[in-house]
């Protein structure tokens, strides 16, 4: 569904409040930035992401990142273990997430430790697109991306 230029995959799973999209593969889950967050973080100057095998408690910071605009913790949707992060993707191209935050801007991959627990705030399909047009019109949000 693209809305005010902002893309949103009805095939992903979001936790709306923190704009994180979930893209589960069997016991793992690869994280990233949506299109709303990107815009909102505009361009990406830094990102510092936790160590591999770090266990991260569900709302706290799987990475930090950094834009001229602003600078905070890339929350975890969910408690989890930290599998594999995009730390050289990023190294290669820092606006990733700022071109590309459904594929090559992925964040980190990790494995959840509570899901059956913290998933209540999770949504996907329909309700999603709902939720987040909604979201959208509320932070009067127009989405850009950047191209090379």
């Given at each position: 569904?693209?809305?005010?230029?902002?893309?949103?995959?009805?095939?992903?799973?979001?936790?709306?409040?923190?704009?994180?999209?979930?893209?589960?593969?069997?016991?793992?889950?690869?994280?990233?930035?949506?299109?709303?967050?990107?815009?909102?973080?505009?361009?990406?100057?830094?990102?510092?992401?936790?160590?591999?095998?770090?266990?991260?408690?569900?709302?706290?910071?799987?990475?930090?990142?950094?834009?001229?605009?602003?600078?905070?913790?890339?929350?975890?949707?969910?408690?989890?273990?930290?599998?594999?992060?995009?730390?050289?993707?990023?190294?290669?191209?820092?606006?990733?997430?700022?071109?590309?935050?459904?594929?090559?801007?992925?964040?980190?991959?990790?494995?959840?430790?509570?899901?059956?627990?913290?998933?209540?705030?999770l949504v996907t399909g329909d309700e999603a697109a709902e939720r987040y047009k909604e979201r959208i019109r509320e932070l009067k949000v127009n989405c850009l991306r950047c191209i090379d």
């Amino acid at each position: 569904m693209i809305f005010y230029a902002c893309d949103i995959p009805e095939d992903l799973t979001y936790d709306i409040e923190h704009d994180v999209w979930i893209r589960f593969d069997g016991d793992l889950a690869t994280l990233g930035m949506t299109d709303v967050a990107q815009t909102r973080c505009g361009k990406i100057a830094a990102i510092s992401f936790r160590d591999v095998g770090k266990k991260v408690a569900q709302g706290k910071a799987l990475a930090t990142i950094e834009s001229a605009k602003w600078v905070g913790p890339f929350p975890a949707p969910f408690s989890c273990e930290i599998v594999e992060s995009n730390q050289e993707g990023f190294a290669r191209d820092i606006l990733l997430a700022n071109k590309e935050p459904y594929t090559t801007g992925w964040l980190v991959k990790v494995r959840a430790t509570n899901l059956e627990n913290e998933r209540g705030q999770l949504v996907t399909g329909d309700e999603a697109a709902e939720r987040y047009k909604e979201r959208i019109r509320e932070l009067k949000v127009n989405c850009l991306r950047c191209i090379d």
